[in-house]
């Protein structure tokens, strides 16, 4: 393998599963049935990325007590349950991407806001349990931005940061990558919008998935 990198880390949400608009709207309808304040789709994309406690606090900081926040996360896992159910797809290139690039040499590894649960569920409906070397969720390290979960990748797999990469679709992707000096790939085509990104310096932009797989089988044989 010649390239400078041998892991790559991916976000989950809105970098390989289209489930943006079930999250916004699994939020949306656990705040409907809480009665609390209705936010914009945006408000509750902008989240995407974070813990759910952390993306709840940040919804929502006038709120105390804890007993909000359980009725939250219990209501909000209901109703995206109903969309897992619907089968979320993969954003096209993902299926076929990422079995490519373990054939060609790079560990796969995750780093998600989502919980272990929710990714366990989200694993064994893609068949994808075998996929990845190591994976890392909000409810077992710290939440994104903070790059614990990231410096734990690492350990696990026994690399430095530069010799991973991090794709994610959000700024809390960017920023944990950049905050230990990981090079970082945005996509377009997820909850924040790319300028938003753009300020953290990616060494890569993408709209598709393919155009990172064929980059990566690039630098190969460079």
Same mark, same amino acid.
């Given at each position: 393998?010649?390239?400078?990198?041998?892991?790559?880390?991916?976000?989950?949400?809105?970098?390989? +599963?289209?489930?943006?608009?079930?999250?916004?709207?699994?939020?949306?309808?656990?705040?409907?049935?809480?009665?609390?304040? !209705?936010?914009?789709? @945006?408000?509750?994309?902008?989240?995407?990325?974070?813990?759910?406690?952390?993306?709840?606090?940040?919804?929502?900081?006038?709120?105390?007590?804890?007993?909000?926040?359980?009725?939250?996360?219990?209501?909000?896992?209901?109703?995206?349950?109903?969309?897992?159910?619907?089968?979320?797809?993969?954003?096209?290139?993902?299926?076929?991407?990422?079995?490519?690039?373990?054939?060609?040499?790079?560990?796969?590894?995750?780093?998600?806001? @989502?919980?272990?649960?929710?990714?366990?569920?989200?694993? &064994? &409906? @893609?068949?994808?349990?075998? +996929?990845?070397?190591?994976?890392?969720?909000?409810?077992?390290?710290?939440?994104?931005?903070?790059?614990? *979960?990231?410096?734990?990748?690492?350990?696990?797999?026994?690399?430095?940061?530069?010799?991973?990469?991090?794709?994610?679709?959000?700024?809390?992707? *960017?920023?944990?990558?950049?905050?230990?000096? *990981?090079?970082?790939?945005?996509?377009?085509?997820?909850?924040?919008?790319?300028?938003?990104?753009?300020?953290?310096?990616?060494?890569?932009? !993408?709209?598709?998935?393919?155009? +990172?797989?064929?980059?990566?089988? @690039?630098?190969?044989? !460079?």
């Amino acid at each position: 393998m010649k390239s400078s990198y041998q892991a790559i880390i991916f976000d989950w949400d809105g970098t390989l +599963l289209d489930s943006t608009l079930a999250i916004a709207e699994s939020l949306k309808a656990a705040a409907t049935d809480l009665q609390l304040p !209705v936010l914009s789709r @945006k408000e509750y994309q902008d989240i995407i990325g974070l813990g759910l406690s952390e993306a709840l606090q940040t919804l929502y900081p006038s709120l105390s007590g804890g007993q909000w926040q359980v009725d939250m996360r219990e209501q909000y896992t209901y109703h995206f349950r109903q969309w897992e159910q619907k089968q979320l797809a993969c954003f096209e290139g993902v299926t076929q991407g990422l079995p490519q690039l373990k054939q060609a040499g790079f560990d796969l590894a995750v780093a998600t806001g @989502k919980s272990r649960q929710g990714l366990n569920r989200a694993l &064994a &409906a @893609k068949n994808w349990n075998e +996929l990845f070397a190591v994976t890392r969720c909000a409810d077992e390290t710290l939440s994104k931005p903070h790059p614990q *979960m990231l410096l734990e990748i690492l350990e696990v797999l026994q690399l430095q940061p530069h010799q991973a990469l991090m794709v994610g679709d959000t700024e809390f992707d *960017m920023a944990m990558a950049s905050d230990i000096g *990981m090079d970082c790939v945005a996509v377009s085509y997820g909850a924040h919008h790319l300028d938003r990104l753009q300020k953290y310096q990616p060494v890569l932009c !993408v709209d598709h998935f393919n155009e +990172l797989v064929k980059w990566l089988h @690039k630098s190969l044989t !460079v």
